[in-house]
């Protein structure tokens, strides 16, 4: 049952411009459609966005992951660090090649990786770190990095919903180690599906490009030789030509974005939510790209469950998402010996956690419209 006549407001909405419609027909009609001149134009653009740094494209962001780990040699025996509040991606690629995922519990305000509580997790068979930049948020890049070279281990950045986001006026992906992007339809730029891996040698991207198509390497007109165990991970040239579409107007998705979340700020402030106890998320505008805007729900201050919060908001017409669930509490990872209670912040936020409305094409009305029912239904059930 609905209780408003406005349409329905998803929580995401993908955006392709029309010139890029009209780009993909003609891509279609071109005679080649999988892996070749867009998707090399599209490698170009990424590498000029992320200062000209080595950068292969690849059909999702997580098999870019996998590479990174397989490219840093990273295998059996091996330890790596990560965030138990992500989409399982990361953790999932640890395991494929054979490693150890080690969590470390957030910090509660960033809603990523706590680096107080990051060195105490580092050992000796310790061999990377995979930072999330959860909702676009970065971390403190210039600390990460230090730890990690203080400890000597390798940095794969799980960028994924993090391009646009900058850290100290440097773009994310602009430096440091491996920086992954996803281009999925959700992100802040898509190819439909798609991801990239950025690097910083030569002889890292020739692997990841012997990865990416069944680890073959060609010379002159009829050499071939296979010498590594390579899956099927290209781009095709179609989805290369809607991220090159969606790239031109990173700038002016990341602006609308940061101005859509400024509103949340101005509409919540002094309301029913704020007083009821809602958590926001930090008040970046600088930093993050804004590639979503999760509250907090005050659970024990209200009578209702998220569930039941999610359903009476899609009542009043709006789309709501959960990113996420606590991937430690997960079967798999339960298998593996991690329990309930290990992550205490992690585990009260991911049952918490609701992501609201936030897409470029939303307007300051449709911002106001969510607050307004958030502010409702809060006030609504506190006991
Ligand atoms: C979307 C996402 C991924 C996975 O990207 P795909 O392109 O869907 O494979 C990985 N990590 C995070 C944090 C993501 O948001």
Not at 13 to 28: C, F, K, Q, S
Not at 86 to 103: K, L, Q, R
Not at 136 to 145: C, F, S, T
Not at 168 to 186: I, K, M, P, T, Y
């Amino acid at each position: 049952m609905s209780t408003t006549s406005l349409p329905f407001l998803p929580f995401v909405r993908p955006y392709v411009d029309e010139e890029t419609i009209a780009g993909v027909i003609n891509v279609l009609r071109s005679g080649w459609i999988t892996t070749g001149p867009q998707n090399a134009r599209f490698e170009a653009a990424l590498s000029e966005y992320c200062g000209h740094r080595p950068v292969r494209a690849f059909n999702s962001g997580t098999c870019t992951i996998e590479i990174a780990l397989r490219i840093a040699g990273i295998g059996p025996g091996d330890e790596v660090i990560t965030t138990p509040l992500s989409w399982v991606s990361s953790s999932n690629m640890i395991c494929e090649v054979g490693a150890t995922p080690v969590f470390v519990d957030i910090n509660p305000v960033t809603r990523n990786l706590d680096l107080d509580k990051l060195e105490s997790a580092i050992t000796s068979r310790s061999r990377a770190i995979i930072p999330v930049y959860l909702a676009g948020m970065p971390m403190d890049l210039d600390r990460l990095y230090a730890l990690a070279r203080t400890y000597q281990l390798r940095l794969i950045e799980d960028a994924a919903q993090a391009l646009g986001s900058s850290w100290n006026g440097q773009r994310v992906g602009e430096r440091g180690d491996f920086v992954s992007f996803s281009f999925h339809a959700n992100k802040n730029i898509t190819s439909i599906e798609g991801g990239a891996l950025i690097m910083n040698h030569d002889h890292e991207a020739q692997l990841a490009q012997k990865y990416r198509l069944q680890g073959i390497t060609r010379t002159g007109f009829d050499g071939m030789e296979c010498d590594l165990l390579g899956g099927k991970y290209n781009l095709t040239d179609v989805a290369a030509r809607v991220g090159l579409g969606s790239l031109a107007r990173l700038d002016e998705i990341t602006a609308q974005r940061r101005k859509l979340a400024r509103a949340y700020f101005t509409y919540f402030s002094g309301g029913a939510a704020i007083a009821g106890g809602i958590e926001l998320p930090p008040k970046d505008f600088i930093n993050s790209n804004w590639h979503m805007f999760q509250i907090v729900l005050p659970l024990e201050r209200i009578r209702i469950k998220r569930a039941n919060f999610m359903a009476q908001m899609k009542e009043r017409g709006i789309g709501t998402g959960v990113h996420y669930l606590p991937i430690h509490l997960f079967k798999l990872y339960q298998e593996r010996g991690f329990k309930l209670g290990m992550f205490p912040h992690a585990e009260r936020i991911g049952r918490a956690i609701v992501t609201l409305p936030l897409f470029p094409q939303m307007t300051i009305d449709d911002v106001s419209r969510v607050v307004q029912a958030v502010n409702e239904i809060i006030h609504h059930h506190q006991q």
